[in-house]
C-alpha cells in the first residue's frame, strides 16, 4: 500500500506540470471574485494571469494571444454566459481542444451534461470552491490532455482517421482514459458517418455502465443509420433517468421529424427549451418546426428567444430577424413587425443580408397595410440590394417574391421564386409555400409553370447523371451534374450528387485536381446550405480517402 | 420576480453561501507570521468558514432533495485523483494540526463510475467530522470491498456516539441536526448510486476511532 501523507507528494517526472509556464484567463464579472480567483491561482504558481469581466472582453483577450487555461463562471451578467462563450471560442477556433476550459457554476444542479465532448467544458467547478479543489482539478485535466496530444493534433489537422488510431492506442494503453477516448472516438466515428461502428462502440461503454452520453451517442448513431424506432426507445430510457439532459429532447426532435411527425417533434423540443431556454438553435428550430405546424404563437416566442438570448450569439443571423417578422406578419400584427425592425435597425444595416431583411419586410408590411407607394420603394431597395448579390435564406427570398408581387414587379418575382425553385427542387415544404404565393396573388398557373420550368432542367439535368452514374459512366455523369450545379448554386441535393459522382470519377480514372477541387468547393457549399445533413460526413470520409490515396494532404489549423 | 416562502430561503442560502465563499478566500489571502497568537485564530476562522460553506451546499441539495430524489450524474472518475484531491483539502483545513493520510489499495481500479461532487461531498462533511474529533490523524482511503469501491475516512477520535451507530445500523434517521444531518444525507447519497440492482451504501462503526465508509457499486 502507498501512503502518502504529504500536501505536495513528489511527482513522478511524467506528472510534472511547470505551472508557472502557463498563461491563465479568468472570466468572472463580479471585481471581488475575480481578484481573489486571481490571487488563488498565483497562489499555487500560475502568475501569468489575465482577467476579464465579460465575454465580449474574453474574446478580445483571446483574439491578442493563446491560453493553456480558462477559468470561466457561467453566469456573466449580460450578455453571453460561459457555455455560449465557449460555443463560440470552439466556433471561431479562438481555443483548440489543448486548452484548458473549466466552468464555474453556483448550481450544484446545473445543466452538466452537453451533447458533444467538444462543446462541454474539461471541467465544472461548483462555487464556492477552495483553492486546492481547482489545483488539483487542473492538475488531473492537464495530464489527460497531455495523453490526448496526438490524438488532438490529428484532430486539428482534420486527420481523423489518425485520431482514431490515437484514441485506440489510448483504449488499450491507458485504463486511466479509456472512457475519455471511447467517447471521443466516438464522436469522431459519427463525424466520420461510420454510424455502425460508433453504435458498437456506446454499446460497449453502456456495458460497462449506462452513463447518460453514451446512451445519447447509442441513440444518435441508430437514428443516422435510420433505426428511429430503436433509437426512441433508447432516448424515452435516457429521458426518464435523466430528465434534466436536455440533448436528449433535441435528438428526440430529429428522430420525429425523421419519423415525418412535426407535431410530436415540436413537442420534443418545447420539452428542452422548458429545460433550458439559452440555446439559440433550440429555439430556432423550435421556431421552424412550431412555423410549419401553424402554431403560430409559438413560433413567435421561440423566434423572439432567439434574438433575446442570443442577442450576442455568433449563431444569430439576419434571416433570424426575418425569421420573427414574418411570423408577427402573418398573426397579422403589423405594429410588431415594424417595432421589431426598428428595435434591431443598427444590427441589420450593418449587413446586405440584414438591409434584405429589413426592405423586404418593410415592403411587406406597407403591402398588409395598404400603402403601395411605400411598399414599391422598399421592394425597388430589396431588388438593388438582390441585383448586387445579396441573398437571404429561402423563406426570406419568398416573402421577398411575394411582396413584388403585391407591388406589380411580377417578372421580378418570378426570377426569385424560380431562383428558391432550382435550389431546392426536393424541398415539398418550400415549393408549397411559393404555390400559395401565387394562389394569394391570383396567378396560380403563372406559378405553377414557373416552378415547372426552374425545376425541370434540374431534375432533369440531376436524374440523368445520376442514371449514367449507375451505368457506371462518370464522366459523363460528372458533365451533367456541373451543369445542374452551374444552374442551382445553392441546392445541397444537386452539390452531394456533383462529389459523389467526381468521388467516383477519380477513383475510376485517377486523380484529377481541378475535379477534387470542384468537389471540395461543392461539398463546403452542400454543408453551407445544409449543416448537418447525414450524407455530409460519408462524403467528408470518401473524399478524405481519396485524398490521402493521392498523397494530397489539406492544411489545416495546427 | 415572485418568490414563495421556501425558494426566497433558498435563494438566501445561495448568496450567503457565495459571500461565505468570499469570505474563505479572503482570509487565505492573509499571510502567516509564524506566530501562534495571530496564525491560529486565523486557522481556525478559516476552518469555520469552509465548514459553514460546506454545510450551506449541503443544505441547499437536501432542500431540493425534498421534491424529489438525489439524481447523481454518474460518469467515470479516477478514485485515485477523488482521493488525492479529498486529502489536499483535507490538510489545507487541517494546517498541520491533525496529520492527513491517503491510503489507495493496489486493486483499486483507474476508474469507477460515480458522481463524483456528490461523493465528494459526503465525504468532505465527514473530514470536517473527524477534524474536530480527531486526537492526531485521519486518513481517507479507497479500496476494493464486496465488489464495490470503498471509499473510507478514518480518524482517531473516542469514536461516533452509540446512538448514532444504532441508528445507521437500524437505517433510521437520527437527530435531524449536526452530525446526524450530514450522516443522513451522506446515506442519501450513497444510495442514490445504483448499478444493475446493487444499491450503495453508508457503513459507519468504531475502529480505533470514527470509520466512516461509502460503499459504490
Known amino acids: 500500500m502507498a501512503v502518502d501523507s504529504d500536501v505536495n507528494p513528489a ?25 481573489a480567483l486571481r490571487l488563488s491561482l498565483t497562489n499555487f504558481g500560475i502568475t501569468r494571469v489575465q482577467l476579464a469581466a465579460n465575454a465580449a472582453e474574453a474574446i478580445y483577450q483571446m483574439k491578442q494571444k493563446s491560453y493553456d487555461f480558462i477559468l470561466c463562471d457561467f453566469n456573466l451578467g449580460d450578455g453571453r454566459d460561459g457555455q455560449q462563450l465557449l460555443e463560440e471560442l470552439r466556433h471561431s477556433h479562438l481555443i483548440s481542444l489543448g486548452t484548458v476550459f ?26 464556492p470552491f477552495s483553492p486546492e479543489v481547482l489545483r488539483s482539478r487542473l492538475e488531473s485535466i492537464l495530464l489527460r490532455k497531455r495523453a490526448f496530444r496526438d490524438v488532438y493534433r490529428h484532430f486539428h489537422a482534420q486527420e481523423l482517421e489518425a485520431a482514431i488510431a490515437g484514441c485506440d492506442k489510448l483504449i488499450q494503453g491507458k485504463p486511466k482514459y479509456l472512457v475519455d477516448a471511447l467517447r471521443f472516438k466516438g464522436e469522431l466515428l459519427v463525424t466520420l458517418g461510420r454510424f455502425d461502428e460508433a453504435e458498437v462502440l456506446y454499446q460497449q461503454v453502456i456495458a460497462m455502465r449506462a452513463i447518460p452520453w ?50 410530436a417533434a415540436q413537442v420534443a423540443l418545447e420539452k428542452g427549451v422548458a429545460i433550458s431556454a439559452r440555446t439559440v438553435r433550440r429555439q430556432q428550430k423550435l421556431g421552424e418546426i412550431a412555423h410549419t405546424n401553424g402554431d ?38 403589423l405594429q410588431g413587425a415594424a417595432d421589431t425592425l426598428k428595435k434591431n435597425k443598427s444590427t441589420l444595416q450593418a449587413s446586405p443580408e440584414g438591409q434584405l431583411v429589413m426592405a423586404v419586410t418593410q415592403g411587406m408590411v ?28 429561402a423563406n426570406l427570398m419568398l416573402d421577398m417574391a411575394g411582396a413584388c408581387m403585391a407591388s406589380g414587379r411580377h417578372d421580378k418575382a418570378d426570377g426569385i421564386v424560380a431562383e428558391v425553385a432550382r435550389n431546392a427542387h426536393d424541398s415539398e415544404a418550400l415549393l408549397a409555400r411559393a404555390r400559395k404565393i401565387y394562389d394569394e396573388a391570383g396567378r396560380t398557373e403563372a406559378g405553377a409553370s414557373v416552378l415547372a ?31 445542374a450545379c452551374a444552374e442551382a448554386p445553392r441546392n445541397p441535393r444537386i452539390m452531394m450528387n456533383a462529389v459523389w459522382v467526381i468521388l467516383k470519377y477519380v477513383d475510376q480514372s485517377g486523380m484529377d485536381e481541378t475535379m477534387i477541387r470542384a468537389a471540395r468547393r461543392h461539398l463546403d457549399e452542400a454543408e453551407r446550405q445544409a449543416p448537418g445533413h447525414a450524407r455530409l460526413a460519408g462524403l467528408r470520409r470518401q473524399l478524405k480517402d481519396v485524398e490521402t490515396r493521392f498523397g494530397i494532404r489539406r492544411r489545416g489549423p495546427a | 420576480m415572485k418568490f414563495d416562502g421556501t425558494d426566497l430561503y433558498a435563494a438566501l442560502i445561495h448568496e450567503l453561501k457565495n459571500d461565505l465563499g468570499l469570505l474563505s478566500m479572503t482570509i487565505d489571502g492573509i499571510p502567516r507570521q509564524g506566530a501562534a497568537g495571530h496564525d491560529g485564530p486565523v486557522d481556525a476562522a478559516r476552518m469555520l468558514c469552509q465548514n459553514v460553506v460546506d454545510r450551506l451546499q449541503q443544505a441547499l441539495l437536501i432542500y431540493k432533495a425534498i421534491d424529489q430524489p438525489i439524481r447523481p450524474a454518474i460518469d467515470a472518475w479516477s478514485p485515485h485523483d477523488a482521493v ?20 489507495l489499495a493496489p486493486d483499486v481500479p483507474e476508474i469507477w463510475f460515480f458522481d463524483r461532487d456528490l461523493v465528494e461531498m459526503a465525504l468532505i462533511n465527514a473530514i470536517h467530522n473527524s477534524l474536530a474529533h480527531a486526537r492526531s490523524a485521519l486518513r481517507i482511503e479507497a479500496s476494493m ?28 434517521p437520527c437527530q435531524s441536526t449536526g452530525t446526524g444531518l450530514g450522516l443522513q444525507f451522506s446515506s442519501a447519497i450513497a444510495q442514490s448510486h445504483d448499478n444493475r440492482g446493487r444499491r450503495g451504501e453508508l457503513r459507519l462503526h468504531n475502529d480505533q476511532g470514527a470509520v466512516f465508509c461509502l460503499l459504490l457499486p
Open chain 1, 296 to 333: 403560430l404563437d409559438t413560433a413567435r416566442t421561440a423566434f423572439s428567444n432567439v434574438l433575446e438570448k442570443g442577442r450576442h450569439s455568433v449563431f444569430v443571423t439576419p434571416g433570424d430577424y426575418g425569421n420573427l417578422c414574418r411570423v408577427q406578419l402573418e398573426q397579422g400584427d
Open chain 1, 366 to 393: 406597407h403591402v398588409k397595410s395598404g400603402n403601395l407607394k411605400e411598399a414599391a420603394k422598399a421592394v425597388e431597395e430589396a431588388i438593388d440590394l438582390r441585383e448586387h448579390g445579396t441573398r437571404g435564406d
Open chain 1, 214 to 263: 453514451a446512451r445519447l451517442g447509442l441513440s444518435r448513431a441508430l437514428h443516422l443509420q435510420n433505426k428511429d424506432e430503436a433509437a426512441e426507445d433508447v432516448l424515452r430510457d435516457v429521458m426518464e433517468q435523466a430528465p434534466e439532459m436536455v440533448a436528449a429532447y433535441d435528438l428526440l426532435s430529429d428522430v420525429c421529424l425523421a419519423r415525418k411527425d412535426a407535431s
Open chain 2, 84 to 103: 488525492h484531491e479529498i486529502r489536499d483539502r483535507a490538510a489545507a483545513l487541517a494546517r498541520g494540526r491533525i496529520r492527513v493520510e491517503a491510503v
Open chain 2, 145 to 172: 470491498t464486496e465488489g464495490c469501491l470503498a471509499l473510507t475516512v478514518r480518524d482517531d477520535s473516542a469514536g461516533y456516539p452509540e446512538h448514532i451507530l444504532a441508528c445507521a445500523d437500524a437505517n433510521a
Open chain 1, 11 to 35: 511527482s513522478p517526472s511524467e506528472a510534472f506540470i511547470d505551472y508557472s509556464a502557463l498563461r491563465a484567463l479568468v472570466v468572472e464579472d463580479y471585481p471581488g471574485m475575480r481578484n
Open chain 1, 102 to 127: 473549466i466552468m464555474v457554476t453556483a448550481e450544484s444542479y446545473y445543466e452538466k451534461v452537453v451533447a458533444t465532448a467538444e462543446l462541454a467544458p474539461d471541467d465544472y467547478m461548483i462555487k
Open chain 1, 453 to 483: 420550368v426552374a425545376t425541370a432542367d434540374v431534375r432533369k439535368l440531376n436524374n440523368e447523371g445520376v442514371v449514367l452514374a449507375q451505368r457506371g459512366d462518370f464522366r459523363a455523369a460528372v458533365d451533367k451534374l456541373l451543369t
